[in-house]
C-alpha cells in the first residue's frame, strides 16, 4: 500500500495511506468549494477582531484583508483552485496568503478551530440558501395566485377518495398551493431563525483563553445573535442543516402533491389542464403520447428532498457532544438536495407560466352528480330537514332523475362560481386572495 504525506496545515508529521485520506474525505473537497466565498468573509471578520484586541496590528490587518479581498475576487471570477495536496477549503485560504505573505498569514487562525470556522462557513452558506429559497417561493406563489385569480370563474370537479365529490374551481386548486406555501414559508423563517446564529469563538469547542470579542464578529457577518455556550454553539451542528432539511421538505411535500395533481389532470382521462407540446415528451411507439415527465421528474425528486431531514436526522444521533468526523458527511447529503430544490422552485414557476385550463369541464356527463350537496343545501334552506332533503335527493341519483335545480344548469351554459352559494371566507365565490397575500407577505419577512 502506499503512503502519501499529509501535506496539510495540521499536519504533526505523521503519514497515512491513501485509502484511509479518500475514505476519509470522500466529496468533501469538491463540496468545499461552495463554501470558498464565506470562509473568506469569516475570515475578513474574525482578522477585524484580532486587531481589536491586539493581537494583528493595524499594518497587518490591512495587508491581511487586501490578501483576501484578491482571494474572494479569485472566487468571484472562477479562478480559485483547491490544490490536490490540499485537505479543504480552510487550509486552502490559509496557505494562499502564507505563500503571498509569509508569516503574516499564519496569524489569522489565532482564537479559532477548524470545528467554528466551518460552523460560520455553512451558517452564512445556509442563510444565502433560505434567503434564495425564500425568494423563488414567493416567485411562484405570486404566480399561483395570479393564475388563481385569472381563472376564479372556472369550476372544476373537486374529488374525495378519488371519487367525483364537490364542485371546485381553479381559483381554489391554484389558491390552494398559494397558501400552502405560505404555510412553508413559516418553516423557512425557523430554519433562518436557528441558522442565523454565530458560532464564532467557540473554536473546538470550549472557547478560547483569548479575549475574542464574539459580539463584534457577530456584527461584522450580520449574524442576529450569538451560540452564545461554545459547547451550545458545536450542539449546533446539524441542528441547522436538519431545520432548512425540514423547511425544504414542507415546501417539496407542496410541490409533490401539485406535481401528482398535474400529472392526474393532464391525462386525457381528466382533460382538465395541458401544456404545449414542447414542454411535455413523446413515446418511442406511440405518437399520440404527451408525457408529463417534468411534473413526474418533480414529484420524484420532491420525495428525495422529503427524505433528507431523515438522513440529517440519524446521521447526527448516537454521538456525544462535541465534533465528530460524521459531520463532515452533512454536506454530502443536504447540497445536492438544495441543488434539487432550487430546481424543482423553478421548474414549477416555469412550467405555471404556459400552463392552460380547460374551461369547459363540467360539460362530461361524468359530473352531473357534482351538485347533490349543491342540492341538498338548497332545499334545506327552503325550509325542509336536512336529512330529508339528503334522502330525497339520494333516491333522485338512484333513479337516474336527479337534476340541480338552483342554477340554469349546464344545458343553459356553464355554471360558475356565482351562480352557487359558497360566500364564506375561502369558498369558491369568496378566496381571501389578498388576505392569503398579506399572510405569505408577513411570514416572508425575516431580514
Not at 484586541?53 to 479562478?79: F, M, P, Q, V, Y
Not at 361524468?366 to 332533503?389: C, K, Q, S
Not at 355554471?415 to 416572508?444: F, V, W, Y
Request: charged share 20%; net charge negative.
Amino acid at each position: 500500500m502506499t503512503m502519501r504525506d499529509m501535506s496539510t496545515l495540521w499536519s504533526k508529521g505523521t503519514q497515512a495511506t491513501d485509502l484511509v485520506e479518500d475514505f476519509t474525505v470522500g466529496n468533501d473537497r469538491i463540496l468545499d468549494m461552495r463554501l470558498a466565498k464565506y470562509d473568506v468573509i469569516g475570515s475578513k471578520a474574525h482578522i477585524r477582531m484580532l486587531e481589536s484586541i491586539g493581537l494583528l496590528t493595524s499594518e497587518e490587518l490591512e495587508t491581511l484583508t487586501e490578501a483576501l479581498d484578491r482571494i474572494l475576487g479569485e472566487i468571484n471570477a472562477g479562478e480559485f483552485v483547491l490544490e490536490d495536496d490540499v485537505e479543504d477549503i480552510h487550509s486552502q485560504v490559509e496557505l494562499l496568503l502564507t505563500r503571498r505573505l509569509g508569516d503574516i498569514g499564519k496569524k489569522i487562525h489565532s482564537g479559532r478551530s477548524r470545528n467554528d470556522q466551518v460552523l460560520v462557513d455553512v451558517k452564512l452558506f445556509l442563510k444565502d440558501e433560505v434567503l434564495a429559497l425564500r425568494n423563488q417561493t414567493l416567485q411562484l406563489f405570486y404566480t399561483l395566485q395570479a393564475l388563481s385569480e385569472k381563472h376564479r370563474n372556472v369550476l372544476l370537479p373537486g374529488y374525495t377518495h378519488g371519487q367525483v365529490a364537490m364542485p371546485s374551481s381553479f381559483g381554489l386548486w391554484f389558491g390552494a398551493y398559494a397558501e400552502a406555501l405560505a404555510d412553508d414559508m413559516y418553516m423557512l423563517r425557523g430554519a433562518f431563525n436557528v441558522t442565523d446564529q454565530n458560532p464564532l469563538g467557540s473554536a473546538a469547542g470550549y472557547g478560547s483563553s483569548f479575549p475574542l470579542d464574539r459580539r463584534m464578529t457577530t456584527d461584522l457577518l450580520d449574524f442576529g445573535s450569538l451560540d452564545y455556550n461554545v459547547v451550545a454553539a458545536q450542539l449546533s451542528r446539524g441542528k441547522s442543516e436538519r431545520a432548512v432539511a425540514s423547511a425544504m421538505g414542507a415546501i417539496a411535500l407542496t410541490l409533490n402533491k401539485f406535481a401528482a395533481d398535474c400529472c392526474m389532470y393532464m391525462s386525457p382521462n381528466y382533460g382538465f389542464i395541458k401544456f404545449p407540446d414542447e414542454l411535455t415528451t413523446g413515446s418511442s411507439i406511440m405518437p399520440h403520447k404527451k408525457n408529463p415527465d417534468v411534473w413526474e421528474i418533480m414529484r420524484g425528486n420532491c420525495n428525495r428532498i422529503m427524505a433528507t431531514e431523515s438522513q440529517i436526522s440519524m446521521l447526527c444521533s448516537n454521538m456525544p457532544h462535541g465534533y465528530h468526523r460524521e459531520f463532515q458527511l452533512l454536506k454530502d447529503i443536504l447540497f445536492p438536495a438544495l441543488e434539487l430544490m432550487h430546481k424543482c422552485l423553478y421548474m414549477a414557476d416555469y412550467m405555471l407560466q404556459h400552463i392552460m385550463v380547460n374551461e369547459n369541464i363540467l360539460d362530461a356527463p361524468i359530473y352531473d352528480y357534482l351538485f347533490t350537496v349543491e342540492e341538498v343545501n338548497r332545499r334545506t334552506l327552503e325550509g325542509m330537514p336536512f336529512r330529508d332533503a339528503y334522502k330525497s335527493v339520494g333516491i333522485e341519483v338512484n333513479e337516474g332523475r336527479f337534476s340541480y335545480q338552483g342554477a340554469p344548469g349546464k344545458t343553459n351554459g356553464q355554471l360558475t362560481p356565482a351562480d352557487l352559494n359558497h360566500t364564506s371566507l375561502g369558498s369558491l365565490g369568496n378566496l381571501c386572495t389578498e388576505q392569503i397575500r398579506a399572510k405569505m407577505e408577513a411570514a416572508a419577512c425575516f431580514i
